[in-house]
Structure formats: structure tokens, C-alpha cells
């Protein structure tokens, strides 16, 4: 396989892993401890609005409702997690890819809750790191630990992909 196919059907393939291994930790969390996820319905909602030029709302949950905003949203999660990977993998090279290492993954996956304190949230009515949320710290915990838990995913879809790939 030539090495650019490669390194795209690498960084396809775990964006996909890690960003389902955030969900499947999503639902684990739902399930166990009642604690809600994201809607990413709303994330569809959010973007839908940019086509009109409306990029930040005192309120995504009052705004309007855009046609397909859930596939909308779901699609942009994990889209921007295969960006994330293409990102990690560039950073961390061949060697990280030859042989996974979790620290590198994990704080990648930290670095990574950057884009909903200070992008995803603020546009959404929410504030910079959820500053305007009834329980800021509550909800810059649940953030951090979803971005964490996409880290690990990142760390286990390495070593499977090496599997594969081998």
C-alpha cells in the first residue's frame, strides 16, 4: 500500500475507534451513574445555523431547529474525531504508530477538550470552559473525561490498527 493511502486509512480507521470508544464510554456513564452526554443533535443544530451566518447563539437549545441536525451533528463528532487523529498521528509519527503508547494518547485526548471550552461551548451559549452552565465545574469535569476517554480509545485503536496493518 503506498504511504499516503496508508497513513489516511491509519487515521481514518482510529478516529473512528476512539471517537466510538468516547461513545460507548458515553453510554456507560448514562447507564451506570445517569450522567447525560452531549446532544449532538444540537451540535447539527449549531452548525446548520453557519450557513445563514449565524455562528454563536445565547442559547443552541431555544435557537431554531435545522432539518437532519442529529445526522448533522453525529456526522461533525465523527468527523472532527478523524481530524483529531490525523492530528495525533502527525505528531506522534512512525514510531507511535509501529509501536502505541498510552501517555502520548491520553494527553492528546486532554489537549483535545480545548475545542469544546473555548469553540463548541462558547457558540452554544454556554460560555468559555461552560462558565455560564448552572454547575461550571461539573460540566469542565464531564468535558475533560470524555476527551480522556477519547484518548484511550486512541491508545487501544493503535493497537489494534498494528494488528491489522502488520
Do not use: C
Not at 112 to 126: N, S
Request: avoid cysteine.
Amino acid at each position: 500500500m503506498k504511504p499516503a493511502i496508508e497513513f489516511l486509512t491509519y487515521t481514518f480507521a482510529i478516529g473512528l475507534i476512539a471517537t466510538a470508544f468516547m461513545d460507548l464510554w458515553a453510554l456507560v456513564r448514562k447507564r451506570l451513574f445517569n450522567i447525560p452526554s452531549l446532544d449532538f443533535a444540537l451540535v447539527g443544530r449549531w452548525l446548520g445555523h453557519m450557513r445563514n451566518g449565524h455562528f454563536i447563539h445565547a442559547s443552541i437549545g431555544r435557537a431554531a431547529p435545522v432539518r437532519g441536525e442529529a445526522l448533522i451533528g453525529w456526522m461533525a463528532h465523527y468527523g472532527i474525531g478523524i481530524i483529531f487523529a490525523v492530528v495525533f498521528t502527525s505528531l506522534t509519527g512512525e514510531n507511535w504508530r509501529l509501536a502505541p503508547t498510552i501517555w502520548p494518547a491520553i494527553l492528546f485526548g486532554a489537549a483535545t477538550v480545548a475545542a469544546p471550552y473555548f469553540i463548541l461551548q462558547p457558540a452554544m451559549g454556554a460560555g468559555v470552559a461552560a462558565r455560564k452552565t448552572p454547575d461550571p465545574n461539573v460540566a469542565r469535569w464531564r468535558s475533560l473525561v470524555s476527551h480522556l476517554a477519547f484518548g484511550v480509545g486512541l491508545y487501544f485503536a493503535g493497537l489494534l490498527m498494528r494488528v491489522i496493518m502488520a
